[in-house]
């Protein structure tokens, strides 16, 4: 009887034991912290030319305009401008802007645009007083001009905004406006006739802010991933330039004061060589986001 106890007793521990020895494994395993895959690096996506440029143009500009005015010319009898004109400038120009995308971008400029010259010549009526030279004789009226010629130059600061319409074998025709000032300068204005009777006079140098604004249109070329050659086409509108007062000197010595000479509606035809430099690589990688984080156990 005992010894049927003692086995009894026995194989219970030896089941016990066995069932321990296939249950701890298991349970460690459930105590243990899975183990961490690796996530994949996220996908990259190419957002464009994005970041800072700088930029540096030159280039030529047809100088157009409305005509001139000048009061005494105006209110002289038969009085009106028989030939004015404006010279070509050359320009030089500097500046800064911001790539947001493939097809927008953003800069400030400052240029500094040469004198060119004005000229014109004017005609009126003129009543002899005297008889001598151009004037046949007391009471007639003949035909009298003067010659005018000067100088202007401008600095153009302008906030310029474009559309980039798209890349083919690096090739990247864009369009864009500006608005902004110019600060026009015109000096150097004389004035004479020519015939017998002489007579002449100078104006006042003078200058003077306007509101400018330009639109743009051109062809950019990836020299490099960081690096654009632009060829630009820019029409540019300077607005009104205008002289201080006219000093006018008489055959007989006298001084006398008149109203100042104004160009009207100054323009210009502008083209221009540019480069531009970005300050960041050419890809502006986006990580898409990543997916669940997924264990193995």
Known sequence: MGSLKTLSFAGAVAMV???AALVTPAAAADLMPPPMVAPAPPPMIDAGISGLYLRG???????????????????????HWLRTSLGDTALMGVGVGYQVNSFLRFDVTGEYRTAASLSGVDGYNFFCTFAGGS???IGTTIRRNNFWSGKMSSFV?????YAD???????????GAGVGGAYNRIFGVTDFDP??????????????????????????????????????YRYLNLGNVATGGLNCLSPTGAVCGYGPLTVKSVS?????????WLLADRAMPVAMPAGPLIRKY
């Not at 600061?157 to 905004?161: D, E, F, G, Q, T």
């Not at 006079?201 to 509101?211: E, I, L, V």
């Open 17 to 19: 034991a066995t069932s």
């Open 57 to 79: 143009d030159v280039g030529v500009g047809k100088l157009n305009h409305d005509g001139f005015h000048q009061p005494e010319v105006a209110a002289a009898p038969g009085g």
């Open 135 to 137: 004037c046949p004789a």
């Open 157 to 161: 600061v302008l906030a310029n905004a």
């Open 165 to 175: 319409l798209g890349t083919w074998n690096g090739l990247t025709p864009f369009i």
């Open 195 to 232: 015939s017998d009777l002489g007579g002449g006079g100078y104006a006042t140098d003078r200058s003077k802010w306007n509101f400018a604004w330009a639109l743009h249109a051109g062809l950019a070329y990836d020299v490099t991933s960081n690096v654009k050659v632009e060829l630009a």
């Open 268 to 276: 210009s035809s502008d083209v221009k060589l540019g480069v531009r």
